[in-house]
């Protein structure tokens, strides 16, 4: 038995999220179904994380494991040529047997990408959230610096999730606008130990209340300390999301 | 009577190009469609040229005349209300009496977006062409400067248009690869007096067998010379083509 780790990228704007849901178009689902055509047995994969509807990865980390022979090169072409061009298999290694993308992964990347043009753009409106404001992107900035370190985040996650605790490490959290001609696009990126459901979208949209000056910097590190969801801003949107990276040890 | 010119930008990929066809939905239907529900009056609009089915506008410029007294700030704002989300007004301004986008238009650029990675890039697969082979950027610039200038273009002319004249002036012609970390995006833009019908669809198909060195780089400029659509290379799919401006007196 090998296992193989796989790199994905994917738009999800076309899908039910990542995990398999009956009658309903998934990652999961589309890619289980690629690696059974590819190897013949019906294979479980596993994510480091499952993505919401319409949110994308740049770098999604999959493990399976398969008694198939087939080089990961192969692996690689073939899964490309059988999976929707909206998905897309970037690199193919065979992993230490046991190797799991969800159990094993110590640090994952989320970047969130805002509009805050007058007018929409036309290209983005799948990847990015449009905030019909001028947003104060040094002052989410600093805002942000709060969030920074090892903190209960019970006040950015959504209900739905049971986890044995709230606690993450948030190594590095920074809002940036983009160089031009992109200057109309902010980037918020969020580096963790781990991402708590919804994690990245409430923080997104309690910053967002202090860019368009509706609340003051100092508040996305009250709501934090309130550990209550109802005190932050509302859940950004979900096809302003994209899962940039996984790190293992 | 006033003359009202917007700047529109617009996804083309759901749209069977721009002008109004019969059973199919237009970029020029949707916005006289527009236009009509705003001012109550059925309203003939013109482009300064047609876009094929797929092809994108980052600055199209178009033209029409009205009895309505809306202010041009209301025209965009409700146009932008009205339109769906792949086209936008990006601006609305009152034109001299008669203006006309097409007529009156003198100079105008395009940009063709090419991908040249190993692996399809999901974000952009209805933005730009993927060539499944490195492209020697530095090649296809070089040899495209034999197109600068003043020529019969007959030779990147697709039939079906008829016209007084292939000859078209090309002021500024080059291939340049992004910065990164988009370096596996090349740009070819084009800016003339005019361009013939698929023109730079066909000068980028030319240009991408010098790139992936199937012919020298002397090679557009014979193409050119021979005035034959047929010396020529194929006619690059339309997802990569964006018209980027129009220039008036």
Do not use: C
């Not at 689902?29 to 596993?46: D, M, Q, S, Y």
């Not at 805050?116 to 905030?131: E, I």
């Not at 942000?144 to 709230?166: I, M, N, P, V």
């Not at 860019?211 to 302003?240: F, H, I, M």
């Amino acid at each position: 038995m090998r296992t193989i780790k796989l790199i994905l990228a994917y738009d999800g704007t076309a899908y039910a999220g990542w995990q398999v849901q009956p009658e309903r178009t998934t990652l999961q689902g589309v890619l289980e179904a690629a690696i059974e055509k590819l190897t013949g047995v019906p294979t479980r994969t596993a994510a480091s994380g499952r993505t919401d509807s319409g949110v994308h990865a740049l770098g999604q980390v999959v493990t399976f494991n398969t008694e198939s022979h087939h080089p990961v090169e192969v692996f690689q072409r073939a899964l490309n040529a059988e999976l929707p061009p909206d998905v897309a298999v970037l690199s193919a290694i065979e992993a230490a047997p046991g190797f799991h993308a969800r159990r094993d992964a110590v640090r994952k990347r989320y970047r969130y990408v805002l509009y805050d043009g007058p007018v929409r753009d036309v290209f983005s409106r799948r990847y990015a959230w449009h905030v019909h404001q001028p947003l104060d992107v040094d002052a989410m900035h600093r805002a942000a610096a709060a969030l920074a370190g090892t903190h209960d985040f019970s006040s950015f996650e959504s209900s739905g999730a049971e986890r044995a605790s709230s606690v993450r490490t948030v190594y590095d959290i920074s809002v940036r606008r983009e160089p031009a001609p992109r200057e109309e696009f902010l980037r918020v990126e969020v580096e963790a130990n781990g991402f708590l459901y919804n994690m990245v979208r409430a923080i997104v949209g309690t910053l967002v209340e202090v860019g368009r000056k509706a609340r003051p910097e100092s508040w996305p590190g009250e709501v934090l300390e309130a550990t209550d969801r109802s005190a932050g801003g509302q859940t950004a949107p979900p096809q302003g999301l994209f899962l940039v990276e996984v790190e293992y040890p």
